[in-house]
């Protein structure tokens, strides 16, 4: 009459494997989105690219029978969209691959890989650019043999997303942070920088839902996704603060390994 149960029946069970389950194949189901959405719209956005500039040089030279050196572009043009469709595929593999453990993880010296990104850069055809690499110290991570390509599209992103001169500084030196020591490795340009709306968007750890830049900006999903399994952080910063247009500083913090 007091209104407490005096019995009752129950059923228990244990649904942490279903869960899991549901958990990865909806992982899978964006993933396999992302792909989609690269397919149909970057890559062909790149190859309708190519093909308008070629058959502008088909139509120029069945009416002239010959190319001018002003007509560069027309050739030109396809090659740098036929690299940037390699370079998209390339990078969606190497998602495939990490998604899957293919790649072993690994004591690395961060400076070694430093060093390695700042030559690969040292001479962009047709650009004055230059880069210095600054280690203070030798750093060692756990991390695999995607590190050089973390690095190396944050690199490539300020030259490619920069015109004319440009200087790039990339630094290295060790830090403690909530008590964890950790590799600092810091990329700044003097490039047009990233403004502060556009920092949010970039630092999210998926692509933003209906955005149509998906395929551009692979080369930093695949280093958000590289710095969250080697349990980093990612910042993206001014280089000088509250000047978003004087440049962009990239800053990857990834676990020092003690040895």
Wanted: charge should be neutral.
């Amino acid at each position: 009459k007091a209104g407490n149960p005096e019995w009752m029946y129950g059923i228990s069970q244990d649904i942490t494997g279903r869960k899991r389950i549901e958990q990865e194949l909806q992982a899978a189901k964006a993933q396999a989105e992302l792909y989609l959405d690269i397919m149909g719209h970057d890559i062909n956005n790149m190859n309708q690219i190519a093909t308008g500039y070629l058959e502008l040089a088909c139509d120029k030279l069945e009416k002239e029978g010959r190319l001018e050196t002003t007509d560069a572009d027309l050739v030109g043009k396809p090659i740098e969209a036929l690299k940037g469709i390699a370079r998209l595929i390339g990078n969606v593999k190497k998602l495939q691959r990490e998604k899957t453990g293919e790649y072993a993880p690994r004591p690395v010296e961060v400076g070694r890989v430093l060093a390695d990104v700042a030559a690969q850069y040292a001479n962009v055809p047709g650009r004055d650019v230059k880069i210095t690499c600054r280690a203070d110290g030798e750093c060692t991570v756990t991390a695999n043999d995607l590190i050089t390509d973390l690095y190396g599209n944050l690199v490539g992103n300020a030259v490619k997303h920069s015109r004319g001169p440009l200087q790039v500084d990339i630094g290295l030196d060790r830090v403690v942070e909530d008590g964890t020591p950790y590799c600092r490795v810091t990329i700044e340009d003097n490039g047009p920088g990233i403004p502060d709306d556009m920092k949010k968007l970039l630092i999210m750890r998926k692509p933003a839902p209906g955005t149509r830049n998906l395929g551009k900006g692979l080369g930093l999903y695949l280093v958000k996704t590289l710095v969250a399994d080697f349990r980093g952080k990612l910042r993206i910063e001014d280089r000088v603060p509250g000047r978003h247009e004087l440049g962009a500083r990239m800053v990857v913090m990834l676990p020092m390994l003690d040895r």
